[in-house]
């Protein structure tokens, strides 16, 4: 789940004063808050007809799943989802429409003005469309759960639905509930592949409302059910390849929608894979599209040659996040939103201080050199945004610790620059057959520095039932300067022999993952998801749970069934070992005593006595402290010392700090002595 964005920017607390000192240098950040997807508004439309109502003939009972007729799957499918989406996606909304039922439900009527509900026959609109609320997730689980309820309303209707009224009740319903929505998505569930067989009209007219659908920008996904138990397969070629249309009319560059058709479900549970599983997993891959980063960036591959690509944040890290502040007033125990307010205050007269008056300044030399808001705006701007090729590499010249922060997955379009998607194709593909990289000058938005980044191909990656897990395009990794790399700390690397590395290679081989594959969405953050549990316990007014469902913890007895003896020989081998390797580099193992405070504050004693004995009592000499400063390494004296030291040369007054003490002495050097 991505974490929750944060409410408009004017009700965002301020965070003057806040300790964010440390990120006034840099540029202003996006707000990736959202990275994930664009706003999504879903409407389930869930077939209600006797077959859908049908329970399994086979099924395990210790597995309820498996016994679940499509229709109630469907359902709990739904309330899964909207269970999801109320904590990762707040603001989109969600739906459900059953078709098919004996009842009729769309709008109520207005009792006040007289004004009689439109009806839609055999229709029912379970939840409509909006942002999920509590309310709304307790009736649908009340649905799922209580089957005395869903037995009064799922029903099948004696005659059959007409799908043209369907799809025209999911037109009025996004067209009146969601009407700005960038994505809007029709989740059609159903196992009767050829309505109206003998009714070509009534086919017709259904294809012209799935085709004002698509032209109002929604989009038609179809979940197919089958039964083979009754010898039933779906065929979507009867009916429904004129009703579902493969493109995207929201976005049709955005890479998320670009997958193959759903397979059909099956009822069964023959093959281990409950008929809800496999709603489930078919509804995760059909995501809603991702929200471009950046839009229409120049993608110059050499000079006078552009191109125009989108930038998207296909993986980052997720960590919970609010909303808003609330407080708890004392004469309610409704919680309020808090709106927060910033204020400057002058820090020697306490007054307030206007955004006018204040002046971004550094310290450079000992001295402070401010900036004016047009002149830090010049200081700061190194172009316009752009991709610019400047060179090509090896991909194995690019090391793996080469990573400062997230990459972004470009993808082309078509928006300034028409046959940009031909262009990029052809360098994807002359990158991935000779394994090279472009190196590249980036600048992803104005007023952002600039990066040197490594543009490496990405193949398209699907799993074994032909879903789309990862689009092919263009990675940018920024590569880090000089001045981000750290020495590697010093250490002695003892080689493993081959008799222990061979012994290792087994107990790996035991302990591999169905086919060597780590497959990250079989294990969610169990911290995240015991956050999201609590919060909505305490939104559905439902018990909190005891503990969390942890699906990393390691799964003992398996692997000691597996590989408990193999590990048992490896730990006699390595204690072999590493007695020869005692012995060869004549070692021994060092004898850890743990004695009283005295004892153990020995070493400071003796670094202060080395420290002594290295200068004397002279003093420090300037040669020394020079010698210091060029190795960074003027914090390890002791503050009498560099007090001693800076009083002769009249710098430092007044300084008792350490850190101040070092820090005025790296200022003295960098202004009036040559560390060369």
């Not at 037109?171 to 569930?189: G, P």
């Not at 009592?617 to 030291?645: H, N, P, S």
Request: with cysteine; hydrophobic share 35%; glycine share 6%.
């Amino acid at each position: 789940m991505a974490g929750i964005p944060y409410r408009e920017k004017m009700g965002e607390p301020s965070t003057y004063g806040l300790g964010g000192d440390d990120d006034e240098d840099e540029e202003d950040e996006v707000d990736e808050a959202s990275y994930k997807h664009a706003k999504d508004a879903v409407l389930f439309a869930i077939d209600v007809s006797k077959s859908m109502l049908t329970k399994p003939a086979e099924g395990d009972a210790k597995k309820p799943d498996t016994l679940l007729s499509p229709t109630v799957a469907a359902l709990k499918c739904a309330y899964a989802l909207m269970q999801q989406r109320i904590i990762s996606n707040p603001n989109d909304m969600m739906g459900v429409l059953l078709f098919g039922t004996e009842k009729s439900k769309f709008q109520e009527g207005d009792q006040g003005t007289g004004r009689a509900g439109l009806q839609y026959p055999h229709c029912y609109l379970l939840t409509d469309l909006d942002v999920p609320a509590a309310a709304g997730v307790k009736q649908l689980r009340s649905m799922v759960e209580d089957e005395e309820e869903a037995a009064d309303l799922l029903v099948a209707g004696d005659e059959e639905v007409s799908m043209a009224n369907v799809l025209f009740c999911a037109n009025q319903i996004f067209t009146t509930r969601a009407a700005n929505f960038s994505s809007r998505r029709l989740f059609l569930v159903t196992d009767n592949d050829y309505p109206h067989a003998s009714n070509r009209d009534a086919r017709n007219s259904a294809a012209v409302r799935a085709k004002d659908l698509y032209d109002l920008g929604v989009t038609i996904e179809l979940f197919p059910i089958s039964h083979p138990d009754r010898g039933y397969t779906f065929d979507r070629s009867k009916f429904y390849n004129d009703i579902v249309y493969s493109a995207t009319p929201s976005d049709p560059d955005a890479p998320a929608p670009l997958t193959t058709d759903i397979k059909a479900a099956s009822s069964t549970a023959k093959d281990g894979i409950s008929l809800l599983q496999s709603l489930l997993s078919s509804v995760q891959s059909r995501a809603p599209p991702r929200r471009a980063m950046f839009s229409g960036m120049p993608f110059e591959i050499g000079p006078g040659f552009k191109i125009s690509v989108k930038g998207f944040i296909l993986i980052k890290r997720q960590e919970p996040k609010r909303t808003s502040y609330i407080y708890l007033p004392p004469d309610s125990e409704k919680p309020q939103i808090v709106t927060g307010l910033g204020q400057l205050i002058a820090d020697d007269t306490a007054r307030s201080v206007e955004k006018t008056e204040v002046r971004r300044a550094y310290k450079f030399g000992g001295e402070t050199v401010s900036f004016s808001e047009e002149e830090l705006a010049k200081v700061k701007n190194f172009g316009d945004p752009v991709i610019r090729i400047i060179g090509f590499k090896p991909m194995s010249m690019l090391p793996i610790w080469a990573q400062l922060h997230q990459n972004y997955f470009i993808y082309p379009s078509e928006e300034d620059f028409v046959g940009s998607s031909r262009v990029f194709s052809a360098l994807h593909q002359k990158l991935l057959k000779d394994q090279k990289m472009a190196v590249a000058w980036f600048i992803a938005r104005r007023n952002a520095k600039p990066v040197l980044a490594a543009l490496l191909p990405g193949r398209e990656q699907r799993n074994d039932e032909g879903e789309q897990l990862m689009p092919p395009g263009i990675w940018v990794k920024q590569l880090p300067f000089a001045d981000d790399i750290r020495e590697p700390p010093e250490t002695e690397i003892v080689k493993s022999p081959d008799s222990l590395t061979d012994a290792m290679r087994t107990i790996v081989q035991q302990l591999q993952l169905p086919k060597a594959i780590y497959d990250p969405y079989k294990y969610s953050n169990p911290s995240l998801q015991w956050f999201y549990r609590i919060l909505q316990a305490l939104a559905l007014e439902e018990d909190l749970p005891d503990k969390a469902e942890d699906k990393t913890l390691p799964r003992h007895k398996q692997i000691h069934k597996r590989a408990g003896q193999y590990v048992i020989e490896w730990g006699q081998i390595l204690d072999e070992q590493y007695r020869l390797w005692q012995q060869s580099n004549d070692r021994k193992p060092k004898s850890i005593t743990i004695g009283s405070a005295a004892k153990r504050s020995a070493p400071d004693a003796g670094a202060a006595k080395k420290i002594k004995a290295e200068y004397g009592d002279a003093g420090i000499t300037d040669a020394e402290m020079r010698g210091a400063f060029a190795k960074d390494a003027v914090k390890k004296f002791t503050v009498a010392q560099l007090k001693e030291w800076m009083g002769g040369k009249g710098v430092g007054k007044g300084l008792t700090k350490k850190a101040d003490l070092v820090e005025a002495v790296n200022g003295f050097f960098e202004t009036k002595m040559e560390t060369g």
